[in-house]
């Protein structure tokens, strides 16, 4: 084995060759490492460097786009901590700060579906945790290839089985998310996981490291080799033997871990023992140390060997990059750190002090004395290298948008536009998805109100005052192919919509934005108009965006997936006993919200028919807005309602009729299927009593929405004037039987 | 009335059992895996979740914890106990009732609203059921699966020991449809749907799972 590559060694042998570029490092970006510390780095802060300076770390390809949600920054009283922390908090009021963030963890989960999927609701739980509050809901923005493809069956059951195994051993209901299918997945799955969290405002813990001999504390679970990605390259390099270490690239996650380490750490918060607190996920040591130095003083000396180790036999350099999963790192005043530990045992918790916060400005690592990392943390954690990468709408963009599916040919008669809404109601995206959502366990914690396939998850967070949140995530990577803008405003209205449907006030935004690579100037394009859409919106909405996550790279050669922005919606209600539900009982008149255009290109019929191209919907943000507040103003008259999106009015209605357990008996005047297949935005079905009716419709008239009254719910069949009346268990077959049918072993 | 419930590491429906209690109008007392002591409650609860990861087998690990050396012997004497989900599976690994409970037959988690017949109302945790009640509560777990030997199933059958059934499709392929059974005396009882999720239709599907709770905390006041 070869020497401890030590400061002093590095000073004293400053042309050694480094394996910088099998680090994923550029030349220009290893020889700004040299610069900044003025000699070559050690192997263990060359390291530290490759996985900080990573884009999945540095964002050096968005951070010139991302600027945008400050630079257009609503302002908003809401707002408690923003973007930059593990997680953005808002005020929901009564003393409750509520924090959410959606990650992706795309990648790992379609080389181990299961653990992948499984470590990626650990970490944004832990994410959470870590802004000091109870994790209360988890929601998954899925993404696969096509339903039928050979890998999707892979694929798809161990991400579910992952999601559930993880979420349902740690007590935090699974409440949402969604499951789409489209060809440009396959290869490349997104599995993206949201969290919500809870607490007291003045229980909101940042990650920053001050107060020169306070103690940096590790706790959880021991540190072993997994999660390793670019360091097998340096260790292989600085073995003699030359032959590579091959650590397993997949962390594995451990959920019992991590429940035992959500309530020793709420403990803790509550007795108030500490200063900073940052959780180990991407980059695990190296970043949780630099960050925390960097956004505290700067002064921080670790004693490397002292981290507790499940495989005696790493290295430094491991041990620093090692992503072993459940653990977290506090900083302690030293007069508190007796209850810390005591705490920690009792939970039966691992904690050891591995170093302090100095007065000075370097992180410094020693290993059994020998000093290896001696770096300004800020140029770890915070100055990586910044890209203004080319873009390029691409020139077949103008092709894509001229072929449009308004032009298709459509069903005509009554026997072919029922065949179409078998066809749709059958088909994987529209199909029933129970068989995956009861793999999840939507109970625990006793607070949810509402779970998928309502069109938000509704959480109670206060039993006495009955104060709740809505939230739901969205996207339709159709829409973002033919026009980023328009694709990202409309996610972010559907998301809105979804909300606001529930009664619930929208409040805040996060973002997890799904593209290929940064290196292809038409990616690059895509995610540039996304973000300047997502900006501009949230600033007309008046919503901030408290935080996000940027997923490149998601692409198999030259072929990237639809872009695809996840866009998470937080909103608040007073009452959750007021919240407007999805289903409703007894005799409905059915209220149709919004206007119905000529609008097909990029939806789910035309998706059916394998097509993609033309101008997505319309999208009006100020519509939006006085939809919503037409649905939190007028929630007490509403029996349910049902947000109109994918599969437009003909899946909004079939799905309430489901749920509802009844049949409808509607009036369509015009364009038979252009009404019912049209996927215009900015439209709402409302089911309400039929004496409310004259009242609601004269109400949103005023409100300058225009109503479509079209019929009444009851009996067992849908009939629908100009098409064959279709029985509502037929319907429910053909809705309930493609997934159990694609996925059942 | 004072209510036990159980905290193992990894024990999840522990603040549900105890809002059960609460709603049932009795006093939840929260016990702690690493003490042997009942701090004088009238009846415990053990909750579902996954205790110590549920390594080894679900319930086995918690078997040998410091409380249910205390459980044991007093749910011998006639304390009242209710096991739930993982609860069920502590009791059989614990030998306070018969059985086991093995891995779903789907081979997934499942959480569903489930429809069960209670067809034993006299147990502690039964008595304030009308006779062959159809309730609906969550069921969710991933090993729900009821087996055990012919000879344990017909004593379980002739001496009325199952208190609940599944109605209509069987979840998980638990033998003779069976959610939950109680011991010879009547006083522990294992069930594997979650009545503590189901005692008010705010947030469960139905409130018919009070009476679980109601049922103790009525029998001594």
Redesign the interface.
């Known amino acids: 084995m070869m020497a401890l590559d030590t400061v002093a060694v590095a000073s004293a042998t400053p042309d050694i060759k480094q394996p910088w570029r099998e680090l994923g490092l550029k030349e220009d970006e290893y020889q700004r490492i040299r610069e900044i510390l003025g000699r070559r780095p050690t192997s263990s802060e060359l390291a530290m460097y490759s996985v900080m300076w990573s884009e999945h770390c540095s964002y050096k390809s968005s951070k010139v786009h991302l600027r945008q949600f400050g630079e257009k920054a609503p302002k908003s009283a809401a707002l408690l901590v923003g973007i930059g922390e593990n997680a953005g908090v808002v005020d929901v009021g009564q003393g409750y700060a509520v924090t959410f963030k959606v990650e992706s963890h795309n990648h790992p989960s379609f080389i181990e579906p299961y653990q992948g999927a499984a470590t990626g609701v650990g970490g944004i739980v832990r994410d959470i945790l870590t802004m000091g509050a109870r994790p209360v809901a988890i929601l998954d923005p899925l993404r696969f290839g096509a339903a039928d493809a050979l890998d999707t069956k892979r694929v798809l059951p161990g991400v579910v ?1 992952g999601i ?2 993880y979420g ?4 935090v209901p699974t409440v949402g998310g969604e499951v789409v299918f489209d060809p440009s997945y396959i290869g490349n799955p997104l599995v993206n996981a949201l969290c919500v969290g809870v607490m007291r405002h003045e229980d909101i813990k940042l990650a920053k490291a001050s107060g020169a001999g306070n103690l940096v504390v590790l706790f959880g679970a021991k540190t072993g080799g997994d999660g390793i990605g670019g360091v097998s390259v340096l260790a292989s390099e600085t073995f003699d033997d030359k032959k590579p270490t091959k650590r397993p690239a997949v962390q594995v996650g ?4 991590e ?2 380490l959500i309530e020793c750490s709420l403990e803790i918060f509550a007795a108030d023992l500490v200063v900073g607190i940052q959780d180990l996920g991407g980059a695990g040591l190296s970043c949780a140390t630099s960050e925390l130095a960097s956004a505290g003083t700067g002064g921080m000396r670790i004693e490397l060997d002292r981290v507790p180790l499940r495989d005696a036999h790493l290295s430094p350099e491991e041990i620093l990059m090692s992503e072993s999963q459940e653990r977290m790192c506090a900083i302690v005043p030293p007069e508190k750190i007796g209850r810390f530990l005591e705490i920690c045992q ?3 918790v691992v904690a050891t002090v591995i170093g302090e916060v100095t007065s000075g400005s370097h992180l410094e690592i020693t290993w059994h004395g020998d000093l290896i990392v001696d770096v300004p943390p800020r140029t770890v954690a915070h100055d990586g290298p910044v890209y203004n990468r080319p873009m390029k709408r691409p020139i077949d963009q103008e092709v894509l948008l001229q072929n449009n599916a308004e032009s298709l040919p459509r069903p005509k008669t009554s026997k072919e536009i029922a065949d179409a809404i078998l066809d749709l109601v059958g088909s994987p995206n529209m199909a029933d998805k ?1 068989w995956i ?13 509402a779970a998928g396939p309502s069109d938000a998850a509704l959480i ?1 967070i206060d ?1 006495q005052s009955f104060l709740g949140v809505a939230v739901a995530t969205d996207c339709n990577g159709r829409f973002c192919a033919l026009d980023p803008y328009q694709g990202t405003q409309l996610a972010l209205a559907e998301a809105v919509r979804n909300v606001a449907v529930t009664g619930a006030r929208p409040l805040a935004l996060t973002n997890c934005l799904n593209f290929g690579s940064p290196e292809d100037p038409a990616v690059m394009w895509q995610f540039a108009e996304s973000v300047r859409a997502l900006a501009d919106g949230a600033l007309e909405m008046g919503l901030p965006v408290t935080g996000g996550n940027v997923s490149f790279y998601n692409q198999t050669g030259s072929t990237a997936i639809l872009p695809t922005p996840v866009i998470g919606v937080l909103g608040v209600i007073d009452d ?2 007021e919240a407007i539900s999805y289903k409703f009982t007894g005799i409905k008149e059915f209220i149709l919200l919004g206007e119905t255009l000529e609008e097909l290109s990029g939806g789910e019929w035309a998706h059916r028919q394998g097509h993609l191209g033309g101008i997505p919907p319309r999208v009006d943000l100020q519509r939006e807005l006085s939809l919503a507040n037409f649905m939190n103003a007028q929630r007490d008259y509403i029996a349910a309602a049902h947000d109109l999106s994918d599969g437009g009015l003909i899946i909004a209605l079939i799905e309430m009729l489901l749920q509802s357990k009844t049949g409808a008996q509607i009036s369509i005047h015009g364009d038979t299927f252009m009404h019912l297949f049209s996927e215009s935005t900015g439209r709402v079905l409302l089911a309400v009593d039929p004496k409310d009716a004259n009242y609601l419709v004269a109400q949103a008239t005023q409100a300058g929405i225009s109503t479509t009254r079209l019929g009444k719910s009851g009996g067992e069949n849908l009939e629908i004037t100009g098409v064959e009346t279709l029985s509502m268990l037929h319907i429910r077959e053909v809705n309930q039987r493609t997934i159990p049918e694609l996925f ?2 | 009335m004072r209510v036990g419930v159980v905290t193992f590491p990894g024990t999840l429906d522990d603040h549900d059992a105890a809002r059960a209690v609460r709603y049932a109008g009795g006093q939840a007392i929260s016990l702690w895996h690493g003490e042997a002591d009942l701090h004088d409650v009238d009846g415990v609860i053990l909750p579902g979740g996954f205790s110590y990861g549920d390594y080894l087998r679900c319930g086995a690990i918690a078997r040998f914890s410091p409380i249910m050396s205390a459980i044991v012997p007093a749910a011998e004497r006639g304390l009242p106990v209710l096991g739930i989900c993982n609860g069920f599976q502590v009791l059989c690994e614990s030998h306070l009732l018969p059985g086991a409970l093995t891995r779903n037959v789907g081979l997934h988690f499942l959480c569903r609203d489930q429809e069960i017949e209670i067809v034993n109302n006299q147990s502690a945790w039964t008595n304030d059921f009308a006779a062959n009640s159809r309730i609906t509560i969550p069921l969710k777990n991933g090993e729900g699966s009821y087996q055990c030997d012919k000879k344990t199933l017909d004593d379980l059958e002739r001496n009325g020991r199952v208190i609940a059934r599944y109605v209509g499709v069987n979840p998980n392929g638990s033998m003779n449809a069976i959610a939950g059974i109680t011991n010879e005396q009547g006083n522990v009882v294992g069930i594997m749907p979650h009545p503590e999720h189901a005692i008010d239709s705010l947030t469960g599907p139905s409130a018919d799972g009070l009476a679980f709770f109601t049922s103790l905390v009525k029998s001594r006041v």
């Open positions: 089985a559930g195994g349902n051993c740690i007590g451990d959920p019992f871990t429940k035992v009792r939970w039966d129970s959502t009861e793999q999840y366990d939507r109970y625990v914690q006793g607070n949810t109100i109670r039993e959750v006993r059942s072993a």
